[in-house]
């Protein structure tokens, strides 16, 4: 048992005053053993610990060169395809019949590779120059229009000062990137010289010194004359500080989970509360962030005078029934557009059908992930239903109408139907689909399904003087009509 160093030092005190053993020993209630021990040491010097390692168990003493033949053939195998501890300890037993714990096998596979690890698979300590930004994405949570979304967080910092800024898409595409990259570049007055990236494809790859970069990502490039350096693949300490800037916004800004109407909403928000958490001071340098950030921002390029569009266009040809593939993804440009030549533009919100003049015709929002149905508005299908009303049962535009407008038409004539889909068409270019649905669905529940009025009324909705869901008795509109008709007169409605 270890003494105490007090009482250490009370016995070589005492000794050397020429008190006897066996009276330090019973002065200080120790045994006369300890006594000897400590007045015959000779050098009380610190000595450095030393760890004292389980030997590995006996039953894995005959495999140890089975573990080293495995290791070794691995140096010339890709790194992320090397054996874990876990898979040699699976191949002992599947093929040596292994009969121990995975402890010992841990142990010496760790052992092994401490012992082999060179001074050059170590880190460096980098130092970074103003204007300098290192980028990479992210993932979180955000409610967006009351649902619960995963987002894709653009997260761009600058070493220097530790300064970071977010933005959110619903992907991480060449369109998100370089929508992402303008609003931060005209969010801190200047475009970035330099900027750091892992093997993102978003923007760029790097296979050893080749480095292919995306068309979009490329023009952005030459837009704001900025430069784009790649790490080496598997060397996320290349660009650390993003590394962790990740972690940190999503602690600080996504924690509880943010909520905005729009997604433009949220990444005004989250630019607002990163120029906030820049008052913390530097982890190191002890000066607020805001104040290094200065010399970030003296260091940045001149913004040019227009932004950079990120969207992408593309030659297709829809099918027979309008539709295109784009990225995995279903869209249609209606009937109108079927079997036609058109060209796309691809942008991180929404998809854009261009006419012969570069002028969109149509626009679509683009969805990302696992989206099987088509993508389509309602408004380009109706005049091939009001063509073909009997295939109104089977119409993708039955289930983006309210419940009492599709009863009535499931249930109407074939010409009823078809005048009652008319007028929602003639009624949706000056008011819109969905106002001139809440229009026709006002009509029907009034009891007066007449078409006619589907117009005057969705004009009204859309303009705010009618209350969206509201019913309205049109008999007023049938009695004014039978007393001017009387007097022989011709009444103006107001539209």
Not at 351 to 365: G, Q
Request: glycine share 8%.
């Amino acid at each position: 048992m270890t003494i105490a160093m007090t009482i250490q030092e009370q016995i070589r005190r005492l000794d050397a005053a020429g008190v006897s053993g066996r009276q330090i020993a019973k002065d200080l209630g120790i045994s006369r053993d300890s006594v000897s021990k400590y007045v015959g040491v000779q050098d009380f010097s610190p000595k450095p610990p030393v760890v004292n390692r389980r030997p590995g168990a006996s039953v894995l003493t005959e495999l140890t060169s089975v573990i080293d033949g495995w290791l070794t053939e691995d140096a010339g195998r890709p790194r992320k395809q090397r054996h874990t501890a876990k898979r040699v300890f699976d191949r002992l037993v599947d093929e040596h019949g292994y009969g121990g714990s995975y402890s010992p096998v841990q142990r010496y596979v760790k052992a092994y590779q401490a012992a082999r690890r060179s001074a050059a698979q170590g880190y460096s300590e980098l130092t970074w120059s103003p204007g300098v930004a290192q980028v990479d994405f992210g993932q979180a949570q955000a409610v967006i229009a009351g649902v619960m979304q995963v987002l894709h967080i653009l997260v761009v910092t600058f070493p220097f000062s530790n300064m970071r800024y977010a933005q959110a898409y619903p992907g991480e595409t060449s369109e998100c990137l370089c929508h992402g990259l303008r609003a931060i570049f005209e969010h801190i007055g200047g475009a970035v010289g330099e900027l750091i990236f892992d093997n993102a494809t978003s923007a760029g790859r790097r296979r050893g010194q080749q480095i292919s970069e995306s068309a979009l990502f490329a023009a952005f490039k030459a837009h704001y004359r900025s430069a784009a350096r790649y790490c080496n693949p598997y060397s996320g300490h290349e660009k650390g500080s993003v590394e962790n800037a990740v972690g940190f916004l999503r602690r600080n800004l996504m924690v509880p989970e943010p909520k905005a109407a729009s997604l433009a909403g949220l990444n005004a928000m989250l630019l607002t509360r990163c120029d906030e958490v820049a008052a913390a001071d530097h982890y190191r340098k002890q000066t607020p962030i805001s104040e290094l950030f200065r010399a970030d921002q003296a260091a940045l390029l001149e913004l040019p005078g227009i932004g950079f569009d990120p969207v992408r266009y593309q030659a297709r040809r829809t099918d027979k029934t309008g539709n295109l593939v784009i990225e995995g993804h279903t869209y249609s440009a209606g009937p109108a557009m079927a079997g036609r030549s058109v060209t796309v533009g691809v942008r991180f919100d929404r998809i854009e059908f261009l006419d012969d003049h570069a002028r969109p015709v149509m626009s679509l929002p683009r969805v990302y992930g696992h989206h099987p149905e088509t993508v389509f508005d309602p408004a380009a299908l109706l005049p091939l239903l009001v063509a073909k009303p009997g295939t109104w049962r089977n119409s993708v535009v039955r289930a983006q109408v309210s419940d009492p407008v599709r009863d009535w038409l499931d249930s109407a004539a074939t010409r009823d139907r078809r005048d009652m889909l008319a007028a929602i068409h003639a009624a949706t270019g000056p008011a819109g689909f969905g106002n001139a649905v809440a229009a026709a669905e006002t009509i029907i529940i009034g009891g007066h399904p007449e078409p006619a009025a589907i117009g005057m009324l969705a004009r009204r909705i859309a303009a705010g003087a009618e209350p969206l869901a509201s019913t309205v008795d049109l008999r007023v509109y049938d009695t004014l009509a039978t007393t001017t008709a009387a007097a022989g007169q011709t009444a103006t409605v107001p539209a």
